[in-house]
């Protein structure tokens, strides 16, 4: 007797080799943060050895080692300024001369030289 088989259409699901992978299970903030604090004292704790394990330098003996240089004296002055007041110099007169342009821009004004001013004071003090 001959069997004959039927091949019924197969979904995507049932092609596939591999069966689904379970979910990842997620870390809770508690031990997540509590896994960070543990890691940050971990490297301050290892950051203070370093330090602890390093070689100390050894004192030399005074006697043997150069001189230290001196240090150089601070030195300190007091300025004190003197304030001179005198009075003002009188406004010196203003001549004017005409040059006979026709520009409508006023004429350049010759000024006599200024006073020389007054001998200073100590204003008493």
Known sequence: MATTTTKAPRTTAETMTDAP???KKRWSKRAVRATAWTAGATAFISALGAFGAA????????A???SAPTRQKVIIRRIVKRIVIVDAAPPAPV???SSGGSGSAPAAAA???????????TGGS
């Not at 000024?111 to 004071?121: C, G």
């Open 55 to 62: 070689a100390i330098p050894v004192a030399t003996d005074q």
């Open 64 to 66: 043997s080692s150069p």
């Open 21 to 23: 992978r379970p979910r």
């Open 95 to 97: 001549r004017v001369v």
């Open 111 to 121: 000024a006599p030289a200024p006073a020389p001013a007054p001998a200073p004071s």
